[in-house]
């Protein structure tokens, strides 16, 4: 069972936009380090971007970096990933996941090892929703 609800993706084409939003029925987002991450057929999962708990800092891979936003609206208990100038190769289904961090203790340079090599220790995912950008 998913604990976190994915949705905004969709057929777009090279150099368009889309926002994706990820959102918890059950939790306090704020309470959590979320993440986006995303899998192409064939290839490994990737993490994308994060942003701390409590308004804390923000992640992006190099890949999205000045392209991809991310963001969070309390009052809506929503995390979202704006995601401009997409290119064919940002294809891929997308992941939210969330990380338990109630003091923002992870910021910074540690928001960038999560997303690099330790995504098995966000314990929340959803079920992903699928971005595809072609003309």
């Known amino acids: 069972q998913y604990q976190l609800v994915e949705s905004g993706g969709g057929l777009v084409q090279p150099g368009g936009s889309l926002r994706l939003s990820c959102g918890a029925p059950?939790?306090?987002?704020?309470?959590?380090?979320i993440a986006w991450f995303r899998q192409a057929p064939g290839t490994e999962r990737e993490g994308v971007s994060c942003t701390g708990s409590r308004g804390g800092s923000t992640h992006y891979a190099d890949s999205v970096k000045g392209r991809f936003t991310i963001s969070r609206d309390n009052a809506k208990n929503t995390v979202y990933l704006q995601m401009n100038s997409l290119k064919p190769e940002d294809t891929a289904i997308y992941y939210c996941?969330?990380?338990?961090?109630?003091?923002?203790?992870?910021?910074?340079?540690?928001?960038?090892?999560?997303?690099?090599?330790?995504?098995?220790?966000?314990?929340?995912w959803g079920q992903g929703t699928q971005v595809t950008v072609s003309s």
């Open positions: 059950k939790f306090t987002l704020d309470l959590y380090v």
């Open positions: 996941a969330a990380l338990y961090d109630p003091g923002a203790q992870i910021e910074g340079r540690r928001l960038g090892e999560l997303l690099g090599e330790e995504d098995y220790l966000f314990i929340y």
